[in-house]
């Protein structure tokens, strides 16, 4: 069945980013013919070119439900999420697919994203409990309003479309970028957390950083808005400065 919709398919040409550090010196574009069905997203493209074109292509998916986040990648020039962008957007091409801006090429498609989880770690992004712990089976129950007060931030899915197009990030690689302070905020509005994470957020290359380009709410696929949540954190973090004994 596939193949018969396939053939009857008008096609769109795919540019793909091939790259291969210590091989290559710099990265080149391929171009591949693929058919454009009317549910084919620009992964299903790239699936077809591994597939059927040229095996030696590498690139990150998993879920192909914009649930795993790991098919971020730059579509003509913006970070998507390659399942959910559908090739019918972009008439009658090309589609120019390269990696995610501002993190090192390991091959192709695929970014080294060591920096960006040793930054998530940083900010300890679980729950914090101080004192005598409950039994296993006792739950910390929450109100509605508690759980609405950060659930907006519990959303991200680390896709790193926010790093890459975060111009302070592309100029900064250590700046703790959006993701990583949004989820901190996640947990510091969280009603059952007890931690304190103002000596990792309140620094030049973390919330006070950001200059408000704001294009991290702008492409991200879950309405995160990490722009809001390093935007509250500069308020509380400047209350804490005049009043040491608030955290929230």
Not at 33 to 59: C, E, F, M, Q, T
Not at 135 to 143: D, F, V
Not at 147 to 155: F, N, V
Not at 185 to 196: A, E, I, K, P, T
């Amino acid at each position: 069945m596939t193949e018969s919709r396939q053939a009857g398919a008008r096609t769109i040409r795919m540019e793909v980013a091939r790259f291969r550090p210590g091989e290559d010196d710099a990265p080149v574009m391929q171009g591949y013919d693929v058919p454009v069905l009317p549910d084919w997203a620009v992964l299903d493209g790239l699936n077809h070119i591994k597939d059927r074109l040229d095996g030696s292509l590498s690139y990150r998916w998993s879920c192909r439900m914009g649930v795993c986040g790991s098919c971020g990648m730059t579509v003509n020039g913006e970070p998507r999420l390659t399942c959910g962008t559908f090739l019918t957007e972009y008439g009658e091409g090309p589609v120019r697919i390269e990696p995610l801006k501002g993190f090192p090429v390991i091959r192709d498609l695929v970014v080294d994203i060591d920096g960006f989880l040793a930054k998530l770690s940083s900010v300890r992004p679980w729950l914090i409990r101080q004192g005598e712990e409950p039994p296993l089976t006792a739950e910390y129950a929450q109100t509605p309003e508690q759980l609405e007060a950060y659930k907006q931030y519990s959303m991200c899915i680390n896709c790193l479309l926010c790093y890459s197009a975060c111009p302070v990030y592309v100029l900064d690689p250590d700046f703790l970028g959006p993701a990583a302070i949004a989820l901190a905020q996640r947990y510091n509005l969280d009603s059952r957390d007890m931690g304190d994470r103002f000596d990792v957020l309140s620094q030049d290359d973390a919330v006070w950083g950001c200059t408000f380009v704001g294009e991290c709410t702008k492409v991200c696929p879950k309405h995160v808005d990490p722009a809001e949540a390093i935007q509250r954190y500069k308020l509380t973090a400047a209350l804490r400065s005049v009043l040491p004994w608030s955290r929230r």
